[in-house]
């Protein structure tokens, strides 16, 4: 006979691609939004906090950074209201946001007659990405933006820069150790057009090898502009076909960066020549410089820089990035700069789609996660947090005895905690005391309950102690040592201060 | 020839039964996690954040709460690895979590190695459920948890109690407004067990009539564990067919509750009998009370009251609910209690489902939202936060100076935006700073400029001459007036404190 089969016990794992974060990792991130959004407030920009969830229809089918259709999102379809009647409705599609911007589009078209015009709004959380997970690449990560709904004005855009660069510092990068670059999509329209490309296709062929730029240089660029470039796997990539000449401008526009702001705003204009539309784009970065240069930032904090290329196909005027300029030494041990954590730019059709109007609108998205690698990159998080006092437990009977004693180190603002574990072995109070990085340990067994005093154990000193050679130096430092029960706060405030 | 359709335009809504939060909602919301993470910190419990997304496995496939499997959850099937070629395995399923506990058994079963033992951990954040809304009843909400995993003794339901209790006073319910009242499971399956129902299908049939005292009050109880009863809407309700003597034990259990904890626990030690059980449980509950007590919990703050009845079927041991006692008036206008904003208890089967350990563990969920909604309704909350300073645009071409007059605002710690709409018609920009509700408007207009001054107009004092009768009154204190331009943080300062 077959034995019964029990089913089996399920997996305790997350689903690919997603993680769980302990401890410092969520208090730190939740430290950093607040001071976000500290910065942000203080700019005038409102919080809103968007469902996770929206419709497939509202939030449009396409990620800005994936070319399929539908791919890159979670979505599902919600059983019919009407379900087993005849002719019911089919249920509506629903997806989780996959970031900020989507769903702003969707608040600002239904809620515009309540909203002030321009919008300032800020929003932090989650977003969610169904593709292919990586190293260090999570299909759930934390965005922070800011964008301004209704302003046409550059002003708008130098806003944001400014802002950018001031959460930057607030949030523990140093003025020196980051940049925010600006660039303009209509220099790059501008640019197009006095090369005479007349067809779409050419147009989009170009934009997509100025997207190479970063990677590929201005070689790179200039061999995929003409015949084709040989990569670094060694495929053949077809060129777009274009003459040397035909890819002056394109090369001269990537590579206009001069020695200031003046010099490189020169530059554009020489590159984009007659063209109206460059022209607007040259004097909006020029406005952009002269607006947040009245306020301080210098160009070390904000720059005009057209090697800027990421977004340049997405958005539809100025275009930011922050980057960090510190060197880290990266998996194989070389120097790499930081680089991007955060990127924005102007793009007009936000909501047209859901009210046929066009609304300008500008903002920017902070990378949180990639913020608070670099910091901890540099030291600056990511220490050990101090664990709590640990009271031990010696007489299982006299447990309202330790949460007294508890009580009275909280009330103080002291964390702390009894031990909950079975008490029986002393060394286990003291393993988990450890585990739990605790600063202090107290012990009250009944002899010093009789003598009305309590000992307490300097972990962070014994640990020393334990480490050194030599044991002389401690010695008229003992770790361990009786205090008088009503003195007890007070001593154990004296430790934590003595560890700091 | 028939017109060709464009695609309609799609709808610009949340999805059924999700809503968007905006301003002082979002920000009064992480305050208020912010003082409650506070406390947990406090009390020695670590942060958590376990992913949005869960395999359907991991989840277990019901909620706490509702009878059919795989209800009440938002999931969808991931595509399959290798679509498409042949014996392909299926995706896995995903869900969103519906509530923090389940994520925690996964976590807690994955993790075990690596935490402490017992584990303390708080875990703040938004759950899902695919339910049917109602008036403010929405699917996506806050949850706000925190609980002790390896622990089995009392102390740590005790010292949830008095968390909750300290949690409770610390985000704005003064003592008095609230009570934290303590029951326990094990009581209960004593009464069952002295009333000798064998059969599990009677002992849940009388569960579920236990569940119904909170509506029906002790005569109804009486009748539904006895012939049944006819229910408000005039639909006769079977009874469970216990005899009058049969219920007296349960009856006695739901009323136990004596003028203080010592009468109700000596109620409860007559009622449970000679079940072993059933005085196990009634001395834990006095163990709560005596640990409790210790520390200065009163029975105002934290009682034994067997009248709680809520997750008495889904608990193991003790559980407990806070309540607050101030009344509001309902949608009727009669007055009500305000009622349940949070609840827990003991579950000792956390893991078990993963690894086949019982592991004990015991903690409390707190709904955020409720809690909100509570000092909004006795004014603690829910104030209109105060808007930017709004400088105005006087000279579209002196951008410049504007936002120099904002940036120097800003680094005073004063919250100010420049005006970014269209600055042609004055009116508007007035209006936008009254729907900003903001404090203080700023104008420079360029014989301001010359002049070395600005204009200051106190908002809040120019809505209160605006309302006021009597002009006489107001005619020494004016709302504009011109200071110098040195002199404009300093004013605008002062105004600001005026206004407190």
């Not at 090697?307 to 990421?310: F, G, I």
């Given at each position: 006979m077959a034995k019964e089969k029990k089913s089996p016990r399920p997996k305790a794992e997350t689903p690919k691609g997603f993680r769980d974060y302990f401890g410092a990792e969520v208090t730190e991130r939740t430290e950093m939004l607040r001071t976000i959004a500290g910065v942000y407030h203080r700019y005038g920009f409102e919080a809103l906090e968007s469902s996770a969830v929206e419709t497939v229809e509202a939030l449009g089918k396409f990620l800005p950074d994936v070319d399929r259709p539908n791919a890159g999102v979670f979505a599902w379809q919600e059983a019919s209201e009407d379900e087993g009647k005849e002719n019911a409705k089919p249920g509506d599609w629903l997806a989780l946001r996959y970031d900020l911007t989507a769903p702003l589009a969707r608040v600002y078209a239904q809620h515009r007659n309540d909203l002030p015009t321009p919008y300032r709004r800020y929003a932090m959380g989650p977003v969610w990405r169904n593709e292919k997970p990586g190293p260090g690449r999570f299909r759930q990560f934390y965005q922070c933006d800011a964008d301004t709904v209704g302003a046409a004005s550059v002003a708008a855009d130098a806003e944001i820069c400014a802002m950018l660069s001031d959460t930057l510092e607030e949030v523990g990068i140093p003025r020196g150790d980051y940049i925010v670059r600006v660039n303009n999509r209509k220099v790059l329209n501008g640019v197009l057009e006095v090369m005479g490309l007349s067809e779409e296709a050419q147009r989009e062929a170009v934009l997509r090898t100025i997207d190479k730029f970063d990677k590929v240089g201005e070689d790179g660029v200039r061999q995929l502009l003409g015949k084709g470039r040989l990569d670094a796997s060694g495929a053949y990539i077809d060129g777009v076909g274009l003459s040397e000449a035909q890819a002056d401008p394109v090369v001269a526009f990537l590579t206009s960066k001069g020695a200031d702001n003046a010099a490189t705003l020169a530059n554009l204009r020489a590159a984009v020549g007659a063209s109206e539309i460059g022209s607007t784009g040259v004097d909006e970065l020029e406005e952009i410089a002269s607006l947040v240069g009245a306020q301080g930032y210098d160009a070390n904090r904000i720059v005009i820089d057209p090697?800027?290329?990421?977004g340049l196909g997405y958005y539809t005027g100025p275009v930011f990035e922050a980057e960090l300029t510190f060197e880290i030494l990266d998996e194989k041990g070389r120097k790499r700069q930081f680089g991007s954590v955060s990127g924005g730019g102007r793009y007009d059709d936000l909501v047209k789609r859901f009210t046929g109007q066009e609304v300008p609108a500008t903002g920017v998205s902070i990378g949180v996660d990639r913020l608070l690698a670099a910091l901890r990159e540099k030291g600056r998080m990511g220490r050990t947090e101090a664990g709590p006092v640990v009271v031990t437990v010696m007489d299982r009977d006299r447990m309202a005895d330790y949460q007294t004693i508890v009580g009275e180190l909280r009330r103080a603002g002291i964390r702390a905690e009894v031990y909950l574990g079975n008490p029986k072995n002393f060394g286990n109070q003291m393993k988990y005391a450890d585990r739990r990085n605790s600063p202090v340990a107290i012990i009250e067994g009944s002899d010093e309950k009789a003598r009305g005093v309590v000992q307490l154990k300097d972990l962070i000193l014994g640990a020393e102690i334990a480490k050194s050679a030599s044991l002389d130096e401690w010695k008229d430092r003992p770790s361990q040592y009786e205090v008088p029960r009503s003195e007890m706060v007070a001593r154990v405030k004296a430790i934590l201060e003595s560890q700091r």
């Open positions: 090697s800027v290329v990421r």
